[in-house]
């Protein structure tokens, strides 16, 4: 079992910035293929972002690309996601995952979860 525990969520306004990270708990996160999904409201999770276990390889929805920056520390078991130029569709819970195996794009590949911070980005 992983735990996951997010932290950085906030209100911003659109435009502005804010990292996101995940903590583990686990000596073997370095092994550990890691994600970014995001909720808004009244609608479904939909990826964000993917890193491999080494973190140099990346994977990011459309929506995001060139805007959120995925990465990860494995010395402090430690992934973030760096949000710049937010937009108020932005607006969602923002989960980290995590699986073993190669990174993926695919919500259903993820063996654990997070419990999810907010993102607010007002206009």
């Known amino acids: 079992q992983v735990q996951l525990v997010e932290s950085g969520g906030g209100l911003v306004q659109a435009g502005g910035s804010v990292r996101l990270s995940c903590a583990a708990d686990?000596?073997?996160?370095?092994?550990?293929?890691m994600g970014w999904v995001r909720q808004a409201p009244g609608k479904e999770r939909d990826f964000v972002a993917a890193?491999?276990?080494?973190?140099?390889?990346?994977e990011y929805a459309g929506s995001v690309k060139g805007r959120f920056t995925i990465s990860r520390d494995n010395t402090t078991n430690t992934m973030y996601l760096q949000m710049n130029s937010l937009k108020p569709e932005d607006t969602a819970v923002y989960y980290c995952a995590a699986r073993q195996g190669v990174m993926s794009g695919e919500l259903y590949e993820y063996d654990y979860w997070g419990q999810g911070t907010q993102v607010t980005v007002s206009s």
């Open positions: 890193i491999n276990w080494s973190g140099d390889i990346t």
């Open positions: 686990r000596r073997t996160f370095s092994s550990l293929a």
